[in-house]
């Protein structure tokens, strides 16, 4: 049997294949003991396996002497504060975000509201280590529904960043992907005074690719030149990534959503920023604009929010259409995001294809390597110590640093894959920095 991927983003696997119920009941028992928990949050993502891993990790939490508060349906981020909010020991996300629908997955939440830093993940590991025994208490403790969409999506619009937003009356495609956002992001288009157009299909699964890019973004860009909005907003899975599409139907990038929340927050609030290190160099220019410092963390979310909290930063994220707001929500979160693109483009009396000329021009690219030569690290600072004047960075994989590119080559936490991103100032260069990198490491048949 093949091996689930386990790390600092959770456990994820193909689901009856390497992510198994009896694996599902180990994780969910052990994450248990290790917070030595009483109250427990479980939600999910809308995947076909999502229910019966729900019933395997409620049994498995049962067991260890838990009451168990299902959160049904919800977004990640949504599961994420609503752990904190109702003092509960910790939750789990039943998700694979935005690996694709057979993917399915475990992502622990701890009771301070984010994910487990790696140190605590560490202690978490070395808690299987001992047999859960099953627990006199079981037969006593209960599984409770617990409706908390309202009440998330209310903490968002009620922050002092969103309050007494006048209704501006927007309309506002969303493509969910039949996802846990569906119903958090009508709400929140409602409650910020705009009018949600839903593209959610009767179907079941997921109607296009799992991740909100450009290319999966081609019935939102076509429903809004069709029927003529002024906006759209589109989420993987589970809610935590977010892009947007403009008035003409044209997708902005995922990196522009981290940099529409720069411009939002530090207008407001100046203050040390945090991205990760795959993140595009456009947010270097925009922190140099307002004059405030910004950092690079490890790729893996909750690397980004270790910095966050170490640095006091006021807003971060990842180029993959993660915005941190950490006075709102330790975690990406979708929603956060689809509030600042709102009170943006109300406050500016713009659209949406105006406010992205102000954003800094750089052109990446990524991509994916499955077989790989073992020493492609020797390799590529080879090719790159002759005759280029680069810097090294070790920090997460290898990262290529020139004066007008970069070039980042790193295994993935989600998935068995090596991913490799390149961004330069010339569409031609980063296009010839990803094919002579394939070149190097990839092993040919």
């Known amino acids: 049997m093949a091996k689930p991927i386990f790390t600092i983003s959770g456990l994820r696997g193909i689901f009856g294949k390497d992510l198994t119920l009896e ?85 622990f939440i701890s009771g301070k509201g984010r994910f487990l830093f790696p140190s605590e993940l560490v202690e978490f590991k070395r808690s299987f280590k001992k ?16 409706e908390i969409i309202n009440t998330y999506v209310k903490h968002i619009a009620d922050s002092d960043y969103f309050r007494k937003v006048p209704n501006k009356n927007f309309r506002v495609g969303i493509d969910s992907c039949n996802g846990a956002a569906e119903d958090a992001a009508v709400k929140m288009v409602e409650m910020l005074g705009s009018t ?15 991740e909100p890019n450009s290319r999966n973004l081609q019935k939102l860009s076509s429903a809004i030149r069709k029927h003529k909005l002024d906006l759209g907003i589109a989420f993987d899975p589970d809610g935590d990534r977010f892009s947007c599409v403009d008035e003409h139907g044209v997708p902005l990038s995922e990196e522009s959503t981290v940099l529409l929340a720069l411009l939002f ?48 930063a006021v807003v971060g994220g990842e180029g993959n259409g993660g915005v941190i707001v950490p006075s709102i929500n330790s975690t990406r979160d979708g929603l956060v995001a689809t509030a600042i693109l709102l009170k943006l483009l109300y406050e500016r009396k713009s659209t949406l294809s105006t406010i992205r000329k102000e954003l800094p021009v750089y052109f990446m690219r990524k991509t994916i390597i ?28 290898l990262k290529v640093i020139g004066k007008d590119f970069w070039l980042l080559i790193r ?22 920095l990803i094919r002579d ?9």
Request: with cysteine; hydrophobic share 35%.
């Open 411 to 432: 295994k993935s936490n989600t998935e068995p894959i090596l991913r490799i991103i390149a961004e330069s100032n010339n569409r031609n260069l980063t296009a010839k």
């Open 370 to 397: 499955k077989e790989y030569r073992d020493e492609w690290q020797k390799s590529i600072r080879k090719k790159f110590a002759d005759g280029f004047n680069v810097k090294f960075n070790n920090q997460d994989g």
């Open 131 to 146: 047999e859960i025994e099953f627990s006199n208490d079981a037969y006593n403790k209960r599984l409770s529904k617990c």
């Open 265 to 312: 927050i530090l207008k407001r609030h100046k203050g040390p920023v945090v991205v990760n290190n795959s993140t595009t160099m456009a947010v270097d220019n925009i922190c140099t604009r307002y004059r405030v410092p910004l950092y690079r963390s490890k790729t893996g979310e909750i690397n980004v929010v270790k910095m966050m909290q170490e640095v006091d």
């Open 23 to 107: 694996l599902v009941m180990k994780y969910s028992k052990h994450f248990a003991s290790y917070l030595s928990a009483k109250k427990i949050a479980v939600g999910r993502d809308t995947r076909f396996s999502g229910l019966i891993l729900f019933h395997t990790a409620v049994a498995g939490l049962l067991d260890c002497g838990c009451d168990v508060f299902d959160f049904g349906i919800c977004p990640t981020p949504a599961i994420v504060m609503m752990t904190k909010k109702l003092r509960f020991d910790g939750g789990i996300q039943i998700t694979a975000s935005h690996n694709p629908e057979e993917w399915n997955g475990l992502k």
């Open 437 to 445: 990198t394939i070149d190097q490491i990839k092993i040919r048949s």
């Open 196 to 210: 949600p157009i839903s593209l959610k299909t009767s179907g079941a699964g997921f109607p296009r690719g799992t």
